[in-house]
Nanobody
Framework: VQLQASGGGLVQAGGSLRLSCAAS?????????????MGWLRQAPGKEREFVAA????????DYADSVKGRFTISRDNAKNTVYLQMNSLKPEDTAVYYC????????????????WGQGTLVTVSS
């Protein structure tokens, strides 16, 4: 599977960024992209990778880490095989490499259960 994240960069605290992730590859050869939960993870320097947000196959359900609730919004466009993460009111503690992740199986009710992820994009928030 190829999950190509983009949109990272340097932003001041209080600013916004929109991350995108284009998905393709073998994982979606049995079932289309639109059937998989998708999500975002992040890893800050010196810390473990952590969950950020997830969305189910038809955008009917979303889930967020407490640290980003009310500031980040996950969405998807199944026609474009793309998932997005709109990040507002960014804080220095949001600085991390952000990874796009695909659900481990189609129609998985556990939308935090990821089976693959791609190379990340770096988000740096200055104070």
């Amino acid at each position: 599977v190829q999950l190509q994240a983009s949109g990272g960069g340097l932003v001041q605290a209080g600013g916004s960024l929109r991350l995108s992730c284009a998905a393709s590859g073998r994982t979606f050869s049995s079932y289309p992209f639109r059937m998989y939960p998708m999500g975002w993870l992040r890893q800050a320097p010196g810390k473990e990778r952590e969950f950020v947000a997830a969305i189910n196959w038809n955008s009917g359900r979303t889930d967020y880490a407490d640290s980003v609730k009310g500031r980040f919004t996950i969405s998807r466009d199944n026609a474009k095989n793309t998932v997005y993460l709109q990040m507002n009111s960014l804080k220095p503690e949001d600085t991390a490499v952000y990874y796009c992740a695909a659900g481990s199986r189609a129609y998985n009710a556990n939308i935090r259960d990821f089976g693959s992820w791609g190379q990340g994009t770096l988000v740096t928030v200055s104070s």
